[in-house]
């Protein structure tokens, strides 16, 4: 969903807010990306007791790293999607999606806020996606572009990994991805605008 450039200006003022500690900012903001945060977690680990503590932690990361958002950098539908996606891209990789385990606030968090938001083409298609209208898009891509891209987002898997898992070479899978995404974008109507959140 395309957002107005009062409601980007909105949003980054209640993150300046969180940063500040503003408890009714955070609720605002919450009220706003909590339904887009469990999707991304539920799209991804299809189970709704992990994405339930997927979307919690990753609250409790933007309560924390609040003050490392730029918005010259991303807007704040940007910076929350891909702090959602990083963290649970990061709980597949470290295989600590077990019940029960609530990495919460961690070391490092800042760092990763701060970089959010830098890959915002791949971002802007994610964050659209997570929903049927994402999976209706994927089916029409060619074969390779859409198992790449499943590979990455819903998978958590690198580059390197979807190389291998295909049996092709790098730079083909790179191809794949780098085309996939345009034509996600295309067949979503998600702009520039919307990526570099300007």
């Known amino acids: 969903m395309q957002r107005t450039a009062e409601e980007r200006a909105l949003q980054a003022t209640w993150m300046r807010l969180v940063a500040a500690g503003d408890q009714d900012a955070f ?3 919450y009220d706003e990306f909590s339904s887009l945060v469990y999707s991304i977690a539920i799209g991804m680990l299809r189970d709704a007791g992990r994405a339930e503590d997927a979307a919690q932690d990753v609250w409790v990361k933007v309560w924390n790293a609040a003050s490392a958002f730029d918005e ?3 807007s704040v539908a940007t910076w ?3 702090l959602a996606h990083r963290h649970v891209i990061d709980m597949l990789r470290r295989a600590s999606v077990r019940p029960g ?4 606030f961690e070391p490092g968090d800042e760092t990763a806020a701060r970089i959010a938001g830098d890959d915002d083409t791949a971002t802007a ?8 209208d994402v999976r209706a898009a994927l089916l029409q891509l060619p074969e390779g572009q859409r198992m790449s891209l499943e590979l990455a987002y819903f998978s958590g ?3 390197s990994e979807i190389s291998e898992e295909l049996g092709k070479p790098l730079g083909t899978v790179k191809t794949y991805m780098f085309q996939g995404i345009r034509r ?3 067949i979503l109507g998600v702009t520039d605008e919307l990526g570099q959140g300007s």
């Not at 385990?101 to 919460?104: C, F, I, K, V, Y």
């Not at 298609?125 to 049927?132: C, H, I, K, T």
């Open 27 to 29: 609720a605002q903001l």
């Open 72 to 74: 010259d950098r991303a």
């Open 80 to 82: 929350i999607t891909t």
């Open 101 to 104: 385990d609530r990495p919460g």
């Open 125 to 132: 298609a994610v964050s659209a996606a997570y929903g049927e």
């Open 157 to 159: 898997m690198t580059q």
């Open 184 to 186: 996600l974008r295309d």
